[in-house]
């Protein structure tokens, strides 16, 4: 099992930044690919980004590349997202994900993800 905690979250003007960060605690000692979602009421769960276990690949929701940049540090059992040039559009509860795999390919979809933290909200004002 593995915990996941998100902090960064908060309220910024549009064109500002935030840095989402998630710890992971537990059985660390696995490779994971680590992913980050947002969701805003009444609509699906969205991929936003994620990176494999080494870092060399990632990939990123079409809304949010050039926008948003996903780092991580295995020896510290986090990974971070830094978004910049938000939009209102941006606002959502973000969460963190993850799944056992040390491939390079990632995957978008929700449902392959078996951990998730508990969400931060980031609220983009106009």
């Known amino acids: 099992q593995v915990q996941l905690v998100e902090s960064g979250g908060g309220l910024v003007q549009a064109g500002g930044s935030l840095r989402l960060s998630c710890a992971a605690s537990g059985h660390t000692d696995k490779a994971y690919v680590m992913g980050w979602f947002r969701q805003i009421p009444g609509k699906e769960r969205e991929f936003v980004g994620a990176m494999s276990w080494s870092g060399s690949s990632v990939n990123y929701a079409l809304s949010v590349r050039g926008r948003f940049t996903i780092s991580r540090d295995n020896a510290k059992s986090t990974v971070s997202m830094q978004m910049n040039n938000l939009r209102p559009e941006d606002t959502a509860v973000y969460y963190c994900?993850?799944?056992?795999?040390?491939?390079?390919?990632?995957?978008?979809?929700?449902?392959?993800?078996?951990?998730w933290g508990q969400g931060t909200q980031v609220t983009v004002s106009s």
């Open positions: 994900a993850a799944y056992v795999s040390s491939a390079e390919t990632l995957s978008s979809t929700r449902q392959v993800y078996d951990y």
